[in-house]
């Protein structure tokens, strides 16, 4: 499957006159492990929490979950799923976002 996720920079300059913000994380080799793992999660009703940019909750929604619900204390994150799931044409009603 392909998808394209939208997140900040491994390395973000913090301070040095830009406003201080908690970035989003990065796709990590974690987070493609995961990925690779592909469980089956057909028909699931499924929680990311930490989503991040919300790549697994977004990957199992591509493999047929049958909703998830992205959670993160981060508002960027949440605004980053949105955005994501959005590029990728998996924004559904099914979806539920919690700060």
Known sequence: EKMIIATDAQTWPYGNGIERFEPVMYL???SLALLDAKPDVEGLHL???CCG???QGISA???N???VTFSDMNPRALQFVRFN???NSLLRESCEFCL
């Open 28 to 30: 990590s080799d974690d």
């Open 47 to 49: 929680l990311d929490m």
């Open 53 to 55: 940019s919300g790549v």
């Open 61 to 63: 929604l591509a493999r």
């Open 65 to 67: 979950a049958a909703s």
């Open 85 to 87: 799931l959005a590029i």
